[in-house]
């Protein structure tokens, strides 16, 4: 029975000094799942939202605008607000400055304001040359883009995003541009992406946030536009209509008036081209010339027709002329109009 008794102690003895080590095991194998709660917020963590800044622009004024250079100066102030930790006022950076050895940035204040909602807020104003690419298909009926582009140069599209002050962007109602008018206005935000990582091993291509503001011009007043570069145009187009009611003897009276015709075409055009910086496609105004320089070309064509007409038939040469005539005073202004409609660019 004391045998018995004594195996029985010492096996209990053992399971105790055995069961510490093989809960612990079991608690590894099988570890408590964490709250609810605890996933959440690190899910949160993991899934923070960038922080975001709100920006605006009041534009004073603009001037030197440089259709060749494609670059316009611009007196503005420039505002951001946020709430974070990201001061977006240090790292912020001018993607289309020109020349930005000429700039002039004023802060308003010398260290951030704390608005009554707890936002962080900085003013500038700002003197500085940019540089936008204008388009000129349509010229003179162009609308062109004066465009101001920030990108925050330190945090990518993740950490923090720009949002458009739509609300508080506006520009100087006496803003005044010779020649031209203000359409309208538009501040929008975009993603940029790098197709590089700088050279840095290991590391990942990144975008970052980028905004725009877009100032949009016409040139005004349009007809008056339009009257000062093709007066001259149609002014030598009828004196060279004016070749088909003058008889075939004067050929050669003829034959000069369209040759002082073409060569005041191509004048006009090359002192025009003066005014444009060279661009790889044809403007309205190069279409309406090269029309013109066609129609001048006929009309050479048409006299050495009839001129030889003439010769055979006097009756038929006149026909001829008169049946040109008709043609011509028909079909150029249907052709012009779809310069200035279909074919205008």
């Known amino acids: 029975m004391n045998k018995q008794i004594f195996i029985l102690l010492t096996l209990v003895f053992w399971f105790c000094s055995l069961f510490p080590a093989f809960a612990q095991s079991i608690a590894q194998t099988h570890p408590t799942p964490a709250p609810a709660a605890s ?81 962080k807020y900085r003013e500038y104003h700002i003197e500085m040359q940019f540089h936008n690419p204008f388009h000129f298909q349509p010229y003179p009926l162009d609308i062109q883009t004066l465009r101001i582009s920030i990108e925050d140069k330190s945090h990518n599209a993740q950490t923090l995003q720009y949002v458009p002050d739509t609300e508080n962007t506006k520009y100087n109602p006496e803003l005044f541009i010779p020649g031209w008018q203000v359409d309208q206005q538009k501040i929008w935000t975009s993603t940029h992406k790098y197709n590089t990582n700088f050279g840095l091993a290991n590391a990942t291509q990144e975008s970052y946030s980028h905004l725009n503001y877009d100032l949009e011009i016409t040139r005004s007043p349009r007809h008056l536009h339009l009257f000062k570069l093709f007066l001259p145009v149609v002014i030598i187009l009828i004196m060279v209509l004016v070749i088909f009611f003058i008889p075939i003897s004067f050929f050669e009276s003829r034959v000069e008036i369209s040759i002082t015709g073409l060569l005041s075409l191509i004048a006009l055009q090359m002192v025009l081209n003066e005014t444009l910086p060279p661009v790889g ?50 079909m150029i202004p249907i052709l012009f109009g779809l310069l200035f409609t279909v074919f205008r660019g």
Not at 63 to 76: A, G, I, R, S
Not at 309 to 318: A, H, M, V, Y
Request: a negative charge; aromatic letters at 20%; hydrophobic letters at 45%.
């Open 281 to 330: 496609y044809l403007t309205l105004t190069d279409k309406v010339y090269n029309f013109s320089y066609f129609v001048v070309m006929c009309a050479l064509i048409e006299t050495v027709w009839v001129y030889f007409s003439f010769k055979r038939d006097e009756i038929t040469s006149r026909r001829i002329d008169r049946a040109a005539v008709l043609f011509m005073i028909t």
């Open 39 to 119: 996933i959440q917020a690190a899910q949160t963590a993991s899934l923070k939202a960038p922080q975001q800044v709100y920006v605006g622009f009041y534009i004073n004024k603009m001037v030197n605008l440089d259709l060749k250079l494609n670059t316009y100066w611009f007196d503005f102030y420039m505002w951001f607000r946020w709430q974070g930790d990201l001061d977006p006022a240090d790292t912020y950076e001018f993607m289309n400055g020109f020349e930005k050895w000429g700039q002039t940035i004023v802060s308003e204040t010398e260290e951030q304001r704390i608005l009554a909602d707890g936002s």
